[in-house]
T-cell receptor, first 117, second 109 residues
Framework: GAGVSQSPSNKVTEKGKDVELRCDPISGHTALYWYRQSLGQGLEFLIYFQGNSAPDKSGLPSDRFSAERTGGSVSTLTIQRTQQEDSAVYLC???????????????FGPGTRLTVL | QKEVEQNSGPLSVPEGAIASLNCTYSDRGSQSFFWYRQYSGKSPELIMFIYSNGDKEDGRFTAQLNKASQYVSLLIRDSQPSDSATYLCAAYPGGKLIFGQGTELSVKP
């Protein structure tokens, strides 16, 4: 079956513009995660959706960042008034389990490379 | 202190040698641990997971977990140039994975 897909693969924008990044998780996966990876760095957790529960937004770096998940499937990460420090690869992952499970393999999408000029 | 810590490397080993990658974690409530491999410009892919103390072997890979010491390691036997990548350790305390910053491994022919 299809894996996690993300679009666009690359996005170049000007400072101050808003951007939307999209993630299509694996069908049937109830948990969806957004991470940010700056050049040469590890994965920085941003936000986590599990089913119909309230999302865990504890990793969002500022109120310019927001995300939603419609119908328990597709998710959109929105960055308002982009800054140069927002330049990074934004990775989405999904899994079939979440809170309360002892095992949680996350499958990653190819990422969106965001460049803010 | 970071929740999951790894040496950033780079760790350089000759082809055929054993590569040893180490990780420590701070949350004693972590239930399971994951090793992901990430090639340059690619997404992370799962290599192994472990949730019981001791060793878990899968082919050339062995994961080791010591919950008392809050220590996880990954051994790669007979290292190949194709193993050259960044290896990410992650702890799962429930909900989300907590990733370390990754260790870059270089296997020299």
């Amino acid at each position: 079956g299809a894996g996690v897909s993300q679009s666009p693969s690359n996005k170049v924008t000007e400072k101050g513009k808003d951007v939307e990044l999209r993630c299509d998780p694996i069908s049937g996966h109830t948990a969806l995660y957004w991470y940010r990876q700056s050049l040469g760095q590890g994965l920085e957790f941003l936000i986590y959706f599990q089913g119909n529960s309230a999302p865990d937004k504890s990793g969002l770096p500022s109120d310019r960042f927001s995300a939603e998940r419609t119908g328990g499937s597709v998710s959109t990460l929105t960055i308002q008034r982009t800054q140069q420090e927002d330049s990074a690869v934004y990775l989405c992952a999904s899994s079939s389990s979440g809170w309360g499970f002892s095992y949680n393999e996350q499958f990653f999408g190819p990422g969106t490379r965001l460049t803010v000029l | 202190q970071k929740e999951v810590e790894q040496n950033s490397g780079p760790l350089s080993v000759p082809e055929g040698a054993i590569a040893s990658l180490n990780c420590t974690y701070s949350d004693r409530g972590s239930q399971s641990f994951f090793w992901y491999r990430q090639y340059s410009g690619k997404s992370p892919e799962l290599i192994m997971f472990i949730y019981s103390n001791g060793d878990k072997e899968d082919g050339r890979f062995t994961a080791q977990l010591n919950k008392a010491s809050q220590y996880v390691s990954l051994l790669i036997r007979d290292s190949q140039p194709s193993d050259s990548a960044t290896y990410l350790c992650a702890a799962y305390p429930g909900g989300k994975l907590i990733f370390g910053q990754g260790t870059e491994l270089s296997v020299k022919p």
